[in-house]
């Protein structure tokens, strides 16, 4: 069994405590590797070394150009392990090896690629107005890495999150120290090793395992710390903004979700069905956007519903590395007891079991449970208002659109939506009155790296992707050069002399 290393300084270490823990297949319960625990030195060695390397000027003095051909041979090297890398994902997290090797590793790789390419194009220099009152100065704002960031990220999407953390980092000039989720860290080690193998100068990357109460809390309070990057739920985001406050670290927050989908009287119901499960079920419900709140128009409702529960058993729940598989499981012990738990919180506050809603019998050494939908739901219950992270879907009907947008509203969160109609004018104009982040029409979970993904309310603060992503990771400087050296001229300087 592989004891995997941490990455501090540029080199591979263990612990100083020389401890390790199990990350565990949610498949079969087996041990898939052993990987450090860190302690509160390691922590402290890993940003020491972010500093050391951002202050140096060794990466934020590097012209962007050089600095994006070191992170193309990270790309390239990604990509010759992509098979790999896809496998070692599905037995670490519990995603399906369909999902795995065909959008989480490549799509992954090709989010990397294209902000580094975003990156290069990223002007330093930005022009303001000429200002010749009370004479001629010249104003600019210079674009200047924030500095040393620490990126906090979760167990759903391990690579994919890993790589939305480092490469705007790393493109725009910044170091960075990286912290995995527990349950899920081995893809992102694997990063860390080829960082290594490509060339990246010592302590630009910085990857270490280890608890949120040790690790996570240290990233957020250390006064080297400039940017905290959490993706995770708004719980945590609550509690890391409280402890980057110590500080006044900027924070980027992409949280929790409990996104709606509308589908509207003329939707095309083969579309908006599969569209709706897909919203929902895919990786068993573990997406911060997923769309577990269905609003189904009550005229079409009836024939939603009977189309939904045919289609959901064409959901093949099995061992994700079975390539025919199109759901797995939780990704642990205690997320699966969690989703349990609102299941039955479903039953008790009377809403109906349309199919699910148990745990298959046949995979039982596993954390599986079966896609489940409630029908005849109401806003107003607990399945319908907190974030479940599983694969629960909830159906609540409709008679008027207003009402549907008020009640897709009625939420603390706003990260996604969706809308299914023929309409598309219509859908548009649905979709800019929802309060979220992102609204996909007649379609769900696409995100295009050029475009910035973020939440609304309590699902988050700031953006990633993007040229909006990209500007999170960079300070404004406002340069102001008066191109008088005549002192007679700066009548301004005796407002404070009396001669």
């Given at each position: ?103 989480d ?9 294209a ?22 100065s010249?104003?600019f ?16 999407f ?9 490469a ?99 939707a ?10 897909f ?5 068993a ?50 997320q ?98 929802i ?11 696409l ?12 699902s ?13 990771f ?7 050069v ?18």
């Open positions: 069994m592989e004891k995997y290393k941490m990455l501090i300084n540029g080199e591979l270490v263990d612990s100083e405590s020389g401890e390790f823990r199990p990350t565990i297949n949610p498949a079969n319960r087996e041990t898939v590797a052993m990987v450090p625990v860190a302690t509160l030195n390691d922590t402290r060695r890993a940003i020491e070394s972010a500093r050391k390397a951002f202050d140096s000027g060794i990466w934020s003095g590097m012209n962007v150009k050089e600095r994006a051909k070191i992170l193309y041979r990270i790309v390239e090297k990604m990509q010759e392990r992509q098979d790999e890398l896809a496998r070692i994902e599905s037995m670490d997290s519990g995603a399906t090896i369909r999902k795995t090797s065909m959008m590793i490549p799509v992954g790789i090709e989010h990397f690629r902000l580094v390419e975003l990156g290069e194009k990223i002007p330093t220099y930005e022009p303001l107005p000429w200002i010749d009152f009370p004479y001629i010249w104003n704002v210079n674009r200047e890495p924030i500095g040393v960031c620490a990126g906090i990220i979760p167990w759903n391990p690579f994919m999150m890993a790589v939305w953390k480092i705007p980092a790393l493109i725009m000039g910044n170091t960075i120290v990286l912290k995995p989720a527990s349950d899920t860290p081995l893809t992102a080690l694997e990063i860390g090793r080829i960082a290594v193998e490509s060339g990246l100068p010592e302590g630009v990357l910085n990857i270490i395992t280890g608890s949120g109460s040790v690790v996570g809390e240290e990233l957020c309070k250390n006064p080297m710390i400039d940017k905290v990057a959490l993706t995770g739920s708004t719980e945590t985001g609550r509690h890391v903004m409280k402890l980057a406050s110590e500080t006044i670290k900027k924070v980027t927050l992409e949280l929790g979700g409990k996104s709606p989908t509308i589908v509207c009287p003329d095309d119901l083969k579309v908006a069905v599969d569209g709706s499960l919203g929902t079920f895919f990786h419900g573990q997406v911060c956007e997923s769309g577990t709140r269905c609003f189904v128009h009550s005229s079409i409702y009836d024939e939603f519903m009977e189309m939904m529960k045919e289609r959901i058993t064409h959901i093949k729940v099995g061992d994700p590395l079975d390539f025919e598989s199109t759901m797995g499981p939780v990704v642990s012990e205690a699966h007891k969690r989703v349990l738990g609102y299941i039955e919180k479903g039953k008790a506050e009377g809403a109906k079991l349309a199919c699910g809603g148990k745990v298959p019998d046949e995979l039982r050494n596993g954390f599986f449970i079966l896609p489940t939908v409630f029908e005849n739901v109401r806003n107003d219950m607990t399945i319908a208002r907190e974030e479940i992270f599983g694969p629960v879907l909830s159906v609540i009907k409709y008679d008027e659109l207003d009402d549907a947008i008020n009640m897709a509203n009625d939420s603390i969160y706003g990260l996604g939506g969706a809308v299914f109609s023929r309409d598309i004018p219509m859908a548009i104009q649905i979709a800019k009155r309060r979220t982040g992102t609204v996909w029409i007649n379609d769900y979970h995100l295009n790296p050029l475009a910035p993904f973020g939440g609304y309310k309590q988050g603060v700031g953006r990633e992707l993007g040229p909006h992503g990209l500007l999170e960079t300070q404004v400087k406002h340069i102001h008066d191109l008088s050296i005549d002192r007679s001229k700066k009548f301004w300087f005796d407002y404070i002399f009396n001669d």
